[in-house]
Each structure stands twice: as C-alpha cells, then as structure tokens.
C-alpha cells in the first residue's frame, strides 16, 4: 500500500464492544501494517483497552463520543436521534473523505438506515445490497442479495450482478467471474418473470457480466458460479438455511464421535484432518457482510464476532479500498447503460 489506508471503527458496536474491536483492529495491523484506524467510542471504556495495545495505540486517532447505538434501537430511531452517534460519526468520516471506509459489528437495520442517509448510492444504483462470501467445493463465491430488499425487480437483479461482479474482481481477485440467478430450476422457461426478464438483459450482447444463466439452491455450496444474485427474501432464507445445516452437522459429528470409545480414538487418528475441514469452514474467515450500491465501503461485522473474525470484516473494507471497488462498479455500469439514440436526420 504505497498510501496510508484510513479505516474509521465503530468501536461500541457488536456484542463485546469494544474490546473485540480493538483486538480485532490490532489482529488486522499484522496484515496491513500501513493501516491508521479512526476510533469512534466512549474514551474512558477504550482508553484503558488501548493501553495494553501498544501497537494498535500508535496507529489510531480516538474520537470521543457517549452516543452508541443499540441492537433493540429501531433504524427510524437510530437515523432520528443517532447522529453523535459512533456509528454515525464513522459513517460521516467516510463521507467526508476522512476515512476509506468503515466497520461496524452494530444494528444491522440502523447501520443500512444509515449508511444509505449519509453515503447516498452510486450513480445507476436504485438500492444497495448486502452481499457476503461463501466457502464452496470450488472455492469461494459472493452471494447477494442477503435481506436489504425483500421485493426486487429485474432492474434491481441487474444492478446487484454488476455489483457482485465488481466484488468478486476486488476481493476475490476473479479476472471474470460467473454470475447466476438463483432459480427454482435452472431451465430458461423457469420462474417467475422478473427472474427471466433480468436474465434476458444479462445474457444481451454488450452485457458487463459473463453470466452463466439460472442455477438452483444446491449449486450455491457446489461453486457453480461464483456470484450468485438473488432477492434479499430469499437470500437471507438461504443464508440463515446454510448457517443452520452447518450447525446441525457439526453437532452430529461431534454426536458421532463421542458414541464409543472406538469412536473416540477414530477422532484422535482423523483430528488432523478434521482440524483441516474446521478452519475451511470457519465463518470467522467470511465475516463481514458489504453493503454494496453506496457512495462509499460500509463493511458490517457479525455482532458476535471474536477478535479474528473482526480482522477478516476489516480486511474486507481494505481490498475494497486498495482494488478501486467503487470505480469498477461506476465503470461496469457505464457499460451496461443503453447507448443515447442518434438523433434523425
């Protein structure tokens, strides 16, 4: 990074603010060492923290604020009453050019209530979308939308597959990736007319996407694609389904396991590869949710997550940042938008 990266925290949101923020902001300056972090927060919560991180102290800017924002405030609420905020005052340094970006673990309705006040969408974008990544068979892939827009129209599909696109180049590091439509099948004349329309307009010549067509809920976790667009209704039923099976089976493996003492010493003799597959799957490695369309990076963190997975969610605003995300979404949709008519002779 031949220029210093700014990254504005939210240090009193998730559920272990701000002790987890502060770990995980110091977890990231060993990855990005050119990194300066602005600091939202109480000052006398944090200040006690940042002198046992030595590290992390020299490389912040603490910014004093009593405000936060809760998990039970109302998004409505939090955009009324919440503008001293540390959410809010992250979000205005990334508006005022003072910050690259932002991290929250905080309300995830107040934070998109927000962040679209105060970033305002990309010129071309009706309405941002949460997107995220997923481990597949093949790798990883980029799911959106996640639950920002329950009813979506086929300008809306279009618009999120130019977005996932530019991520994928941007984080991933995908020269082309492949977009899908989640469908109920994956033959042209299924779904509903939105999903067929949207997909017209994907596959026309001059399109900015390589898309591949429909593709159903078991190609997700296959890799088939590696965007997947779809509504935020059923993208959140999917991602909420996915985090579920993969509960359940963890506990039916560990159910196995402890059935008998040959079980048992199964366990001992495949512990390396089990190990293995566990970090694989680690959700702490795909922490940080995008909120996609906005004139600016808003990276929101789960609530819960340890020191490690807030790293990755900050990890996340950085490649934003350093591989030009904005400009590549403005420069794909400059590219999808119809030619002006030639005016007749």
Wanted: glycine share 10%.
């Amino acid at each position: 990074m031949s220029q210093r990266i700014r990254i504005a925290l939210d240090a009193m949101g998730g559920d272990q603010a701000p002790r987890i923020v502060l770990k995980g902001a110091e977890r990231a300056l060993q990855r990005f060492p050119g990194v300066h972090f602005l600091l939202y927060g109480a000052e006398d919560k944090i200040e006690p923290l940042l002198a046992k991180l030595p590290k992390l102290k020299a490389a912040a800017t603490l910014r004093h604020t009593d405000e936060m924002v809760t998990n039970e405030t109302k998004p409505s609420v939090a955009l009324r009453t919440g503008r001293r905020s540390s959410m809010r005052l992250a979000l205005d340094a990334v508006a005022a050019g003072e910050a690259d970006g932002m991290v929250s673990a905080g309300n995830t309705g107040a934070l998109m209530a927000m962040a679209k006040f105060v970033l305002k969408t990309l010129p071309g974008i009706d309405r941002p979308a949460i997107a995220s990544i997923f481990p597949t068979l093949r790798g990883e892939s980029v799911m959106l939308d996640l639950g920002a827009n329950v009813e979506c129209d086929e300008e809306n599909l279009v618009q999120f597959a130019v977005m996932g696109d530019a991520f994928a180049r941007c984080v991933l590091g995908l020269p082309q990736p492949t977009i899908g439509l989640l469908n109920v099948g994956s033959e042209e004349m299924k779904g509903h007319e939105t999903l067929r329309v949207a997909a017209a307009r994907l596959r026309a010549p001059g399109s900015p996407v390589a898309f591949h067509g429909f593709i159903e809920g078991n190609d997700i976790a296959g890799g088939v694609v590696d965007v997947v667009v779809t509504d935020g209704f059923t993208g959140n039923v999917a991602l909420k389904t996915a985090e579920g099976t993969s509960k359940l089976f963890v506990e039916y493996l560990r159910q196995a396991f402890r059935h008998s003492l040959l079980a048992r010493l199964g366990y001992l003799l495949a512990a390396p590869a089990l190990k293995k597959m566990r970090n694989r799957i680690d959700p702490r490695r795909y922490n940080g949710a995008m909120f996609l369309g906005l004139n600016g990076i808003a990276v929101k963190s789960h609530g819960g997550a340890d020191a490690l997975g807030f790293a990755n969610a900050i990890g996340v605003a950085v490649d934003m940042h350093v591989n030009g995300f904005l400009h590549q979404i403005r420069d794909e949709l400059a590219r999808l938008a119809p030619a002006p008519a030639t005016a007749a002779i």
